[in-house]
Protein backbone atom coordinates (compact mmCIF):
# COMPACT_ATOMS: atom_id res chain seq x y z
CA UNK A 1 0.00 0.00 0.00
CA UNK A 2 2.75 2.53 0.72
CA UNK A 3 4.30 1.54 -2.41
CA UNK A 4 1.14 2.66 -4.22
CA UNK A 5 0.92 5.89 -2.63
CA UNK A 6 4.65 6.90 -3.03
CA UNK A 7 3.99 5.48 -6.49
CA UNK A 8 0.40 8.09 -6.56
CA UNK A 9 3.12 10.79 -5.76
CA UNK A 10 5.27 10.43 -8.18
CA UNK A 11 3.01 10.41 -10.77
CA UNK A 12 1.72 13.67 -9.75
CA UNK A 13 5.42 15.32 -9.08
CA UNK A 14 6.17 14.51 -12.61
CA UNK A 15 2.94 15.63 -14.00
CA UNK A 16 2.07 12.17 -15.59
CA UNK A 17 -1.78 12.51 -15.61
CA UNK A 18 -2.10 15.54 -14.11
CA UNK A 19 -4.25 17.07 -16.68
CA UNK A 20 -6.79 14.13 -15.76
CA UNK A 21 -9.72 14.87 -13.93
CA UNK A 22 -9.94 12.98 -10.47
CA UNK A 23 -11.31 9.64 -10.69
CA UNK A 24 -15.29 9.85 -12.13
CA UNK A 25 -16.96 6.90 -10.26
CA UNK A 26 -19.78 6.61 -12.98
CA UNK A 27 -16.82 5.73 -15.56
CA UNK A 28 -17.62 8.59 -17.88
CA UNK A 29 -14.14 10.05 -17.25
CA UNK A 30 -10.76 8.23 -16.89
CA UNK A 31 -9.64 7.71 -13.77
CA UNK A 32 -5.87 8.88 -12.28
CA UNK A 33 -3.79 5.67 -12.34
CA UNK A 34 -0.50 4.48 -10.05
CA UNK A 35 2.91 4.53 -11.98
CA UNK A 36 3.36 1.38 -11.91
CA UNK A 37 -0.13 0.59 -13.83
CA UNK A 38 1.22 2.70 -16.72
CA UNK A 39 1.64 0.32 -19.82
CA UNK A 40 1.76 3.00 -23.00
CA UNK A 41 1.90 0.56 -26.00
CA UNK A 42 3.46 2.14 -28.77
CA UNK A 43 1.23 2.50 -32.02
CA UNK A 44 4.38 3.66 -34.05
CA UNK A 45 4.16 1.36 -37.22
CA UNK A 46 8.33 0.92 -37.51
CA UNK A 47 10.59 -2.02 -38.88
CA UNK A 48 11.42 -5.05 -36.60
CA UNK A 49 14.75 -7.02 -36.56
CA UNK A 50 14.64 -9.86 -34.18
CA UNK A 51 18.42 -11.14 -34.04
CA UNK A 52 18.64 -14.54 -32.17
CA UNK A 53 22.12 -14.42 -32.96
CA UNK A 54 25.20 -11.96 -33.34
CA UNK A 55 26.51 -11.62 -37.23
CA UNK A 56 29.95 -12.56 -36.26
CA UNK A 57 31.82 -15.15 -33.43
CA UNK A 58 31.12 -13.64 -30.18
CA UNK A 59 32.99 -13.36 -26.45
CA UNK A 60 31.08 -11.66 -23.89
CA UNK A 61 33.53 -10.53 -21.40
CA UNK A 62 31.14 -10.08 -18.60
CA UNK A 63 29.12 -12.83 -17.56
CA UNK A 64 28.20 -14.93 -13.68
CA UNK A 65 28.21 -18.30 -13.97
CA UNK A 66 29.71 -19.04 -10.99
CA UNK A 67 26.64 -20.60 -8.94
CA UNK A 68 25.11 -22.72 -11.77
CA UNK A 69 24.72 -26.29 -11.60
CA UNK A 70 26.14 -28.24 -14.17
CA UNK A 71 22.32 -28.29 -15.86
CA UNK A 72 21.90 -24.94 -15.76
CA UNK A 73 25.71 -24.30 -16.99
CA UNK A 74 24.36 -26.96 -19.60
CA UNK A 75 21.33 -24.32 -20.77
CA UNK A 76 23.42 -21.91 -20.83
CA UNK A 77 25.80 -22.88 -23.54
CA UNK A 78 22.77 -24.17 -25.49
CA UNK A 79 21.72 -20.26 -24.68
CA UNK A 80 25.22 -19.44 -26.42
CA UNK A 81 25.08 -21.86 -29.00
CA UNK A 82 21.95 -20.45 -30.90
CA UNK A 83 23.20 -16.91 -30.41
CA UNK A 84 26.57 -17.70 -31.92
CA UNK A 85 28.64 -16.60 -28.70
CA UNK A 86 31.50 -18.52 -28.69
CA UNK A 87 33.45 -18.21 -25.53
CA UNK A 88 32.32 -15.81 -21.89
CA UNK A 89 34.77 -14.75 -19.71
CA UNK A 90 33.27 -16.08 -16.05
CA UNK A 91 34.05 -13.23 -13.54
CA UNK A 92 33.52 -15.34 -10.59
CA UNK A 93 37.15 -17.31 -10.03
CA UNK A 94 37.73 -17.27 -6.42
CA UNK A 95 40.81 -16.24 -5.22
CA UNK A 96 42.71 -19.24 -3.66
CA UNK A 97 42.19 -22.70 -3.49
CA UNK A 98 38.74 -22.60 -5.11
CA UNK A 99 39.85 -21.24 -8.03
CA UNK A 100 41.19 -24.39 -9.32
CA UNK A 101 37.79 -26.02 -8.70
CA UNK A 102 35.96 -23.14 -10.79
CA UNK A 103 38.31 -23.29 -13.79
CA UNK A 104 38.33 -26.68 -13.72
CA UNK A 105 34.15 -27.38 -13.30
CA UNK A 106 33.75 -24.99 -16.23
CA UNK A 107 36.61 -26.07 -18.98
CA UNK A 108 35.73 -29.49 -18.24
CA UNK A 109 32.04 -29.24 -18.43
CA UNK A 110 32.48 -27.11 -21.65
CA UNK A 111 36.00 -27.14 -23.32
CA UNK A 112 37.18 -24.09 -25.34
CA UNK A 113 33.49 -21.99 -24.16
CA UNK A 114 35.42 -20.02 -21.28
CA UNK A 115 38.31 -18.62 -20.27
CA UNK A 116 38.12 -17.00 -16.13
CA UNK A 117 39.17 -14.00 -14.10
CA UNK A 118 39.84 -14.49 -10.57
CA UNK A 119 38.56 -11.68 -8.22
CA UNK A 120 39.95 -9.53 -5.88
CA UNK A 121 40.11 -10.77 -2.19
CA UNK A 122 40.34 -8.81 0.58
CA UNK A 123 39.41 -11.48 3.38
CA UNK A 124 42.26 -14.10 2.88
CA UNK A 125 42.27 -16.55 5.78
CA UNK A 126 41.05 -14.05 7.87
CA UNK A 127 37.08 -14.39 9.40
CA UNK A 128 34.14 -13.04 7.13
CA UNK A 129 32.75 -11.87 10.67
CA UNK A 130 35.67 -9.92 11.92
CA UNK A 131 37.24 -7.20 9.49
CA UNK A 132 40.57 -6.68 12.16
CA UNK A 133 41.43 -10.03 10.81
CA UNK A 134 41.14 -9.62 6.90
CA UNK A 135 43.98 -9.53 4.78
CA UNK A 136 43.45 -6.16 3.26
CA UNK A 137 44.46 -4.52 6.99
CA UNK A 138 47.45 -6.82 7.57
CA UNK A 139 51.20 -5.36 6.44
CA UNK A 140 52.40 -6.78 2.84
CA UNK A 141 48.39 -7.41 1.97
CA UNK A 142 49.29 -5.85 -1.99
CA UNK A 143 51.92 -8.47 -2.37
CA UNK A 144 50.07 -11.57 -0.96
CA UNK A 145 47.38 -10.48 -3.28
CA UNK A 146 49.69 -10.05 -6.28
CA UNK A 147 51.29 -13.52 -5.71
CA UNK A 148 47.93 -15.12 -5.63
CA UNK A 149 47.13 -13.25 -8.74
CA UNK A 150 50.58 -15.20 -10.00
CA UNK A 151 49.24 -18.68 -9.02
CA UNK A 152 45.87 -17.70 -10.49
CA UNK A 153 47.49 -17.42 -13.66
CA UNK A 154 49.45 -20.30 -13.47
CA UNK A 155 46.13 -22.63 -12.92
CA UNK A 156 44.75 -20.83 -16.29
CA UNK A 157 43.53 -17.43 -14.61
CA UNK A 158 43.33 -14.74 -17.78
CA UNK A 159 42.84 -12.10 -15.68
CA UNK A 160 41.92 -10.22 -12.66
CA UNK A 161 38.27 -9.20 -11.14
CA UNK A 162 37.37 -5.52 -9.31
CA UNK A 163 34.10 -5.19 -7.79
CA UNK A 164 32.63 -1.75 -6.54
CA UNK A 165 33.01 -2.81 -2.73
CA UNK A 166 36.11 -1.12 -3.19
CA UNK A 167 35.39 2.66 -3.03
CA UNK A 168 31.78 1.98 -2.15
CA UNK A 169 31.24 -0.75 1.11
CA UNK A 170 35.41 -1.62 1.88
CA UNK A 171 35.79 0.05 5.00
CA UNK A 172 39.45 0.11 6.99
CA UNK A 173 40.29 -0.59 10.59
CA UNK A 174 38.82 3.34 11.50
CA UNK A 175 35.43 3.07 9.77
CA UNK A 176 36.31 4.94 6.54
CA UNK A 177 35.70 3.76 3.05
CA UNK A 178 39.03 2.20 1.47
CA UNK A 179 39.17 4.54 -1.82
CA UNK A 180 39.73 3.17 -5.33
CA UNK A 181 43.61 4.81 -5.70
CA UNK A 182 44.83 3.43 -2.10
CA UNK A 183 48.21 2.44 -2.73
CA UNK A 184 48.33 -0.97 -0.89
CA UNK A 185 46.72 -2.14 -3.87
CA UNK A 186 49.53 -0.90 -6.21
CA UNK A 187 51.83 -4.05 -6.59
CA UNK A 188 48.71 -5.84 -7.29
CA UNK A 189 48.03 -3.60 -10.80
CA UNK A 190 51.53 -3.66 -11.21
CA UNK A 191 51.45 -7.84 -11.28
CA UNK A 192 48.50 -7.88 -13.53
CA UNK A 193 50.97 -5.71 -15.83
CA UNK A 194 53.79 -7.91 -15.62
CA UNK A 195 51.54 -11.38 -15.67
CA UNK A 196 50.33 -9.51 -19.29
CA UNK A 197 46.39 -10.44 -17.58
CA UNK A 198 43.81 -7.53 -17.99
CA UNK A 199 41.94 -5.82 -15.01
CA UNK A 200 38.27 -5.66 -15.88
CA UNK A 201 36.99 -3.10 -13.01
CA UNK A 202 33.56 -2.06 -11.79
CA UNK A 203 33.92 0.93 -9.90
CA UNK A 204 30.23 2.77 -9.63
CA UNK A 205 27.15 2.50 -10.40
CA UNK A 206 24.76 4.60 -12.37
CA UNK A 207 24.88 9.18 -12.24
CA UNK A 208 21.73 8.57 -11.09
CA UNK A 209 22.13 6.59 -7.91
CA UNK A 210 24.67 8.98 -6.30
CA UNK A 211 21.82 11.96 -6.78
CA UNK A 212 19.00 12.41 -4.28
CA UNK A 213 16.35 9.80 -4.54
CA UNK A 214 13.41 12.33 -5.43
CA UNK A 215 10.97 13.63 -8.27
CA UNK A 216 13.76 14.81 -10.43
CA UNK A 217 15.60 11.49 -10.30
CA UNK A 218 15.30 9.89 -13.40
CA UNK A 219 15.67 6.48 -11.97
CA UNK A 220 13.47 6.99 -8.47
CA UNK A 221 11.30 3.99 -9.33
CA UNK A 222 14.41 1.51 -9.37
CA UNK A 223 15.63 3.18 -6.36
CA UNK A 224 12.21 2.80 -4.63
CA UNK A 225 12.23 -0.99 -5.29
CA UNK A 226 15.80 -0.46 -4.26
CA UNK A 227 17.09 2.09 -1.90
CA UNK A 228 19.65 0.08 -1.28
CA UNK A 229 21.72 0.89 -4.64
CA UNK A 230 21.35 5.12 -3.74
CA UNK A 231 24.74 6.31 -2.72
CA UNK A 232 23.84 9.69 -1.99
CA UNK A 233 24.79 11.12 0.98
CA UNK A 234 28.19 12.22 3.14
CA UNK A 235 28.97 8.71 3.83
CA UNK A 236 29.81 7.98 0.13
CA UNK A 237 32.32 9.40 -2.32
CA UNK A 238 30.35 11.01 -5.24
CA UNK A 239 30.45 9.54 -8.57
CA UNK A 240 33.34 11.71 -10.06
CA UNK A 241 35.65 11.16 -7.44
CA UNK A 242 35.74 7.40 -7.81
CA UNK A 243 36.08 8.14 -11.98
CA UNK A 244 39.19 10.31 -10.83
CA UNK A 245 40.49 7.75 -8.11
CA UNK A 246 40.31 4.92 -10.69
CA UNK A 247 41.78 6.65 -13.62
CA UNK A 248 44.61 7.65 -11.32
CA UNK A 249 45.26 4.02 -11.14
CA UNK A 250 45.21 3.39 -14.65
CA UNK A 251 47.17 6.48 -15.30
CA UNK A 252 50.08 5.33 -12.80
CA UNK A 253 50.42 1.96 -14.29
CA UNK A 254 50.35 2.26 -18.28
CA UNK A 255 51.55 -1.48 -18.93
CA UNK A 256 48.24 -2.57 -17.26
CA UNK A 257 45.62 -3.30 -19.24
CA UNK A 258 42.31 -2.06 -17.41
CA UNK A 259 38.70 -2.91 -18.84
CA UNK A 260 36.26 -0.43 -17.42
CA UNK A 261 32.99 -2.75 -16.95
CA UNK A 262 29.61 -0.95 -17.48
CA UNK A 263 31.01 1.35 -20.51
CA UNK A 264 33.65 2.92 -17.74
CA UNK A 265 30.45 3.15 -15.24
CA UNK A 266 29.70 6.87 -17.06
CA UNK A 267 27.64 5.60 -20.16
CA UNK A 268 25.10 9.04 -19.67
CA UNK A 269 28.36 10.94 -20.32
CA UNK A 270 29.85 9.79 -23.44
CA UNK A 271 32.19 12.55 -23.96
CA UNK A 272 33.64 12.87 -20.69
CA UNK A 273 33.93 9.54 -20.95
CA UNK A 274 35.61 9.66 -24.33
CA UNK A 275 38.11 12.07 -22.71
CA UNK A 276 39.05 9.57 -20.55
CA UNK A 277 39.72 6.77 -23.49
CA UNK A 278 41.80 9.81 -25.01
CA UNK A 279 43.69 10.30 -21.91
CA UNK A 280 44.45 6.67 -21.02
CA UNK A 281 45.72 4.34 -23.44
CA UNK A 282 45.91 1.27 -21.59
CA UNK A 283 41.86 1.79 -20.68
CA UNK A 284 39.19 -0.36 -22.28
CA UNK A 285 35.65 -0.56 -21.68
CA UNK A 286 32.91 -3.18 -22.01
CA UNK A 287 29.02 -2.33 -22.41
CA UNK A 288 27.57 -4.81 -20.14
CA UNK A 289 23.99 -3.91 -18.63
CA UNK A 290 24.17 -0.68 -20.26
CA UNK A 291 22.74 -0.90 -23.27
CA UNK A 292 19.72 0.70 -22.02
CA UNK A 293 21.51 4.14 -21.73
CA UNK A 294 23.24 4.16 -24.82
CA UNK A 295 20.39 3.20 -27.02
CA UNK A 296 18.53 5.89 -25.37
CA UNK A 297 21.46 8.49 -27.42
CA UNK A 298 21.63 6.26 -30.70
CA UNK A 299 23.29 9.25 -32.18
CA UNK A 300 26.37 9.84 -29.75
CA UNK A 301 26.82 5.94 -29.54
CA UNK A 302 27.09 4.97 -33.21
CA UNK A 303 29.64 8.20 -33.05
CA UNK A 304 31.57 7.07 -29.84
CA UNK A 305 31.46 3.13 -31.32
CA UNK A 306 33.00 4.19 -34.62
CA UNK A 307 35.39 6.95 -32.91
CA UNK A 308 36.58 4.18 -30.30
CA UNK A 309 35.71 0.87 -32.19
CA UNK A 310 39.35 -0.79 -30.80
CA UNK A 311 38.41 0.04 -27.38
CA UNK A 312 34.88 -1.31 -26.87
CA UNK A 313 33.75 -5.33 -25.95
CA UNK A 314 31.01 -7.17 -26.10
CA UNK A 315 29.26 -8.14 -22.39
CA UNK A 316 26.11 -8.64 -20.76
CA UNK A 317 26.25 -9.45 -17.10
CA UNK A 318 24.84 -12.07 -15.37
CA UNK A 319 23.74 -15.03 -17.21
CA UNK A 320 21.51 -13.72 -20.29
CA UNK A 321 18.90 -15.46 -21.25
CA UNK A 322 18.10 -15.29 -25.16
CA UNK A 323 15.22 -12.46 -24.11
CA UNK A 324 17.84 -10.05 -22.90
CA UNK A 325 20.70 -10.76 -25.97
CA UNK A 326 17.90 -9.73 -28.73
CA UNK A 327 18.12 -6.15 -27.71
CA UNK A 328 21.85 -6.00 -27.81
CA UNK A 329 21.78 -7.80 -31.32
CA UNK A 330 19.27 -4.96 -32.21
CA UNK A 331 21.25 -2.13 -30.70
CA UNK A 332 24.49 -2.92 -32.74
CA UNK A 333 22.88 -4.44 -36.06
CA UNK A 334 20.30 -2.92 -36.76
CA UNK A 335 18.22 0.61 -37.34
CA UNK A 336 15.31 -0.62 -35.32
CA UNK A 337 13.63 2.21 -33.58
CA UNK A 338 11.84 2.59 -30.24
CA UNK A 339 12.20 -1.11 -28.79
CA UNK A 340 12.42 -2.57 -25.42
CA UNK A 341 16.01 -3.30 -23.86
CA UNK A 342 14.44 -5.55 -21.92
CA UNK A 343 11.25 -7.79 -21.91
CA UNK A 344 10.38 -6.90 -18.47
CA UNK A 345 6.82 -5.51 -17.89
CA UNK A 346 8.20 -2.52 -16.22
CA UNK A 347 11.62 -1.63 -17.18
CA UNK A 348 14.38 -2.21 -14.16
CA UNK A 349 16.75 0.92 -15.51
CA UNK A 350 14.43 3.56 -16.20
CA UNK A 351 11.36 4.29 -18.48
CA UNK A 352 12.50 4.53 -21.84
CA UNK A 353 13.13 2.92 -24.89
CA UNK A 354 15.99 2.20 -27.33
CA UNK A 355 17.23 2.47 -30.93
CA UNK A 356 19.95 0.62 -32.85
CA UNK A 357 23.21 1.88 -34.30
CA UNK A 358 23.77 0.03 -37.03
CA UNK A 359 27.30 -0.55 -36.68
CA UNK A 360 29.59 -1.96 -39.95
CA UNK A 361 30.56 -4.82 -40.08
CA UNK A 362 34.24 -3.83 -39.51
CA UNK A 363 33.04 -2.31 -36.15
CA UNK A 364 30.78 -5.24 -35.31
CA UNK A 365 33.87 -7.95 -35.39
CA UNK A 366 35.97 -5.30 -33.36
CA UNK A 367 33.27 -5.08 -30.59
CA UNK A 368 32.27 -9.08 -30.88
CA UNK A 369 35.63 -10.44 -30.54
CA UNK A 370 38.28 -9.17 -32.10
CA UNK A 371 38.92 -6.26 -29.11
CA UNK A 372 38.55 -9.23 -26.71
CA UNK A 373 40.93 -11.77 -28.43
CA UNK A 374 43.77 -9.06 -28.63
CA UNK A 375 43.57 -8.37 -24.63
CA UNK A 376 42.32 -11.24 -22.81
CA UNK A 377 44.94 -14.72 -23.06
CA UNK A 378 42.95 -17.69 -24.16
CA UNK A 379 40.18 -16.44 -25.98
CA UNK A 380 42.05 -16.41 -29.51
CA UNK A 381 43.10 -19.94 -28.75
CA UNK A 382 39.58 -20.80 -27.98
CA UNK A 383 37.44 -19.13 -30.58
CA UNK A 384 39.92 -20.58 -32.61
CA UNK A 385 38.00 -23.99 -31.80
CA UNK A 386 34.58 -22.30 -32.42
CA UNK A 387 33.15 -23.23 -35.46
CA UNK A 388 33.40 -21.00 -37.93
CA UNK A 389 30.15 -19.84 -39.15
CA UNK A 390 30.60 -16.24 -39.43
CA UNK A 391 33.92 -14.36 -40.27
CA UNK A 392 35.36 -16.80 -43.15
CA UNK A 393 31.46 -18.18 -44.25
CA UNK A 394 29.38 -14.63 -44.23
CA UNK A 395 26.78 -14.40 -41.36
CA UNK A 396 25.79 -17.09 -39.07
CA UNK A 397 22.13 -18.06 -39.89
CA UNK A 398 19.79 -15.94 -37.90
Known amino acids: MAYRSLLFLCVACLGIGSSLPAQDVSGDSPRRIYLDEFRPTPVLKVDENILRSAKFPCVNVHSHPGKLSVEEL ?44 VRIDYIGDGDEDDPATWDVHQKGYGVRMADQLTEAVRQGASGLKVWKNLGLYLKDLDGNLIPPDDRRLDPIWTRAGELGVPVLWHCADPVA ?76 VEIAARVAELGRQPYSARKFFLKYSDRIMFGTDGVPPMSELIPHFRFLE ?65
Open 74 to 117: NAMVETMDEANIAVSVSLDGPAGPKFADHIHFLKQTHPNRFVVF
Open 209 to 284: FFSPTNEYNERWEELYRHPEWSFYGEEFPTHQELMEARNRVIARHPETTFICAHMGDIPEDLKTLGSYLDALPNMQ
Open 334 to 398: TWDENFPYEDNPFPPQGLWNIYGIGLPDSVLEKVYYKNAARVIPGVSEALSKWPDRASANGPAQR
